[in-house]
């Protein structure tokens, strides 16, 4: 009985029984691990949803009420709404091929336009309703 009564005082204090986040692929995987394992080392009666997302579905999933929180967002919103965010640092993309890749050869640095030229393999942006990216190169 003890524990129904501390079951009924969390749920009109709020507390809820689940969260889900939507982590981007980005986020290395140990670190993902290791929130999972610090999560429930404190909230042990809390289930923890974790979805993996590219590219603009971290944005959907929150904007859509899929998950409660993101971590790994890009920097650019592509929705409206209030969202409260921290900075989790600038990450730097390279562009890598193969010593004999034709690109290799050519004076660095290479320009957008330059790489427009060539096949390049991404991820598969997860958005649902939001535009999905189809490249790592802005514009």
């Not at 290791?34 to 590219?55: A, G, S």
């Not at 640092?89 to 390279?94: A, D, I, P, Q, V």
């Not at 690109?103 to 660095?108: E, I, K, Q, V, W």
């Amino acid at each position: 009985m003890q524990i129904t009564r501390q079951q009924c005082q969390q749920i009109a204090n709020g507390w809820r029984g689940q969260l889900a986040i939507a982590v981007d692929n980005i986020v290395r995987p140990e670190r993902t691990r290791q929130m999972i394992v610090d999560f429930y080392r404190h909230f042990d009666d809390v289930e923890l949803l974790v979805f993996q997302e590219v590219f603009n579905g971290v944005w959907d999933a929150l904007s859509d009420g899929r998950v409660e929180l993101a971590i790994g967002a890009t920097q650019a919103i592509p929705v409206g709404g209030r969202y409260a965010f921290r900075d989790m640092g600038t990450l730097r993309w390279s562009c890598v091929v193969a010593s004999d890749h034709p690109l290799a050869s050519m004076p660095g640095p290479l320009s957008d336009d330059t790489l427009r030229n060539w096949p390049s393999l991404v991820r598969e942006d997860t958005s649902r309703s939001l535009p999905k990216r189809i490249t790592w190169a802005a514009g």
